[in-house]
């Protein structure tokens, strides 16, 4: 079999990736390791920047985003029993953000996808790019006990963190940077109606939590854990209590409780590997980088992401310049720094750290009391929760 681009990965870098070469007829061929119904009941991000709205509109698929994507204007802080707002339209020149569940953007993406008959191969096990380093690269999988093998010109690795295109990388062509943090997000989803038509991120004596949703009448919520925390230990009662107690009193008087239909924990840590780009073999998303969830760019960066490598591939294809090839991996981890940075900049300044000094907690609230009451301060968040320019 051959096919000019073989995406390794099912997410939604590798689903944009693929509609966007679709859409200008370059041929590729997805490989996903699990099954269809397990890709689409992840439950993880909600924030879209406007960027990465405009990636999928470009697919021809954003009908139900625009439609019931929720536009929002600014978020809030909380802390010492008061809530802050941050206007990001006025602070950003006028841009915002959309909340709209990775998961529906998911399931947009693969019924697009199938609606135009372009192939994804679900639970292809064993999945191995080769020959990167040549002109002649090729991925074997097995599939149904037969083993496989496509040629290509071009592999897109967008099988994220735990993925194999990173690991097939010789260890001494790969440099990562990395910082775990000593905790975790307790999340948990609800048909219940959100506490506030804005999204409160709120910094406690007791821990972190926040106060997101996915519509008018489904709210996500996270509070800060241990990092070795089981979710077995949290009925949704004990849930419902811890966030009420490091909310504001209005806020916390606010929340409609409800039984919870996903509960899940995830370890926060940043994770950076350069280059991106290995030969024919591209890293997207996931697979190149991972932030703490504080920033809502994880998404967002596997699109910009998209972005370089599918205007790279359109030059190949389109102009035979490798030009766009040769930046791709500079051009992508100049942004992807940027998200690191703020997602960590986030997290310090929101959550409680077990071996915090008296006087790093000095800091962080003066840091809390600065951006909250400095426009100039607030510019800078507002700036970067919206999205930096591609
Ligand atoms: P994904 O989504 O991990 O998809 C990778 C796909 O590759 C498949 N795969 C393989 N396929 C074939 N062979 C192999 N050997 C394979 N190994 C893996 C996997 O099954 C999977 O289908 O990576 P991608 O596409 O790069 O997308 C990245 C995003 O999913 C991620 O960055 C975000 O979810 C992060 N994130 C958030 N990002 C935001 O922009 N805004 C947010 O508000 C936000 N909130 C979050 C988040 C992540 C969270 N968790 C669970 C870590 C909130 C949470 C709690
Ligand atoms: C979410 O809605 O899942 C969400 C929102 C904002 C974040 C992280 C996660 O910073």
New binding site residues.
């Given amino acids: 079999m051959r096919r000019q681009v073989v995406i390794?990965?099912?997410?939604?870098?590798?689903?944009?990736l693929g509609q966007l070469l679709h859409r200008i007829g370059i041929d590729a061929l997805i490989?996903?390791?699990?099954s269809k119904e397990?890709?689409l009941s992840?439950?993880?991000?909600?924030?879209?920047?406007e960027g990465?709205v405009g990636l999928v509109r470009a697919t021809g698929l954003a009908g139900r985003l625009d439609a019931q994507g929720l536009r929002h204007d600014g978020i809030e802080f909380a802390f010492d029993g008061q809530r802050h707002r941050i206007d990001l339209h006025e602070l950003s020149g006028g841009k915002r953000v959309v909340v709209y569940g990775?998961t529906e953007l998911?399931a947009d993406l693969m019924a697009g996808r199938e609606a135009v008959g372009a192939e994804t191969v679900y639970e292809?096990?064993?999945?191995m790019p080769h020959g990167f380093d040549t002109d002649t690269p090729y991925v074997t999988?097995v599939h149904g006990g037969v083993t496989h093998r496509v040629d290509c010109d071009f592999i897109a690795g967008?099988?994220?963190?735990?993925?194999?295109?990173r690991r097939a990388v010789p260890a001494g062509a790969i440099s990562t940077f990395e910082r775990s943090y000593p905790f975790g997000?307790l999340?948990l989803l609800a048909e219940v109606p959100p506490v506030s038509h804005e999204l409160i991120y709120a910094s406690h004596p007791r821990g972190f939590a926040l106060c997101?949703m996915r519509s008018p009448t489904r709210s996500r919520y996270?509070v800060q854990c241990d990092g070795d925390e089981k979710v077995e230990n949290w009925s949704d009662q004990r849930f419902w209590d811890e966030l009420r107690r490091r909310l504001p009193a209005d806020a916390a008087d606010a929340v409609t409780t409800g039984p919870s239909f996903e509960k899940?924990i995830?370890?926060l840590r940043s994770f950076v590997a350069e280059p991106m780009r290995f030969g024919r073999l591209f890293l997207?998303?996931?697979?190149a980088h991972?932030?703490p969830?504080t920033?809502?760019?994880?998404?967002?960066?596997?699109?910009s992401?998209v972005h370089y490598l599918f205007e790279a591939l359109r030059e190949f294809y389109g102009e035979r310049s490798a030009a766009g090839l040769d930046a791709y991996s500079p051009r992508a981890l100049a942004r992807v720094w940027k998200a690191v940075r703020f997602s960590w900049w986030m997290t310090l300044l929101l959550h409680r750290f077990p071996d915090a000094s008296p006087f790093a907690e000095k800091l962080r609230a003066t840091e809390l009391d600065y951006v909250t009451t400095s426009r100039h301060a607030a510019a800078a968040l507002a700036e970067n929760y919206v999205g930096l320019p591609y």
Avoid: F, M
């Fill in positions: 390794i990965g099912s997410g939604p870098s590798g689903l944009l490989l996903e390791r699990s397990h890709v992840r439950v993880r991000a909600g924030v879209l920047e990465t990775q998911t292809a096990a064993d999945v999988y967008c099988d994220g963190y735990h993925g194999i295109s997000w999340g997101s996270y899940s995830a370890g997207c998303g996931d697979a991972i932030v969830p920033g809502a760019k994880g998404l967002n960066l596997a699109a992401d």
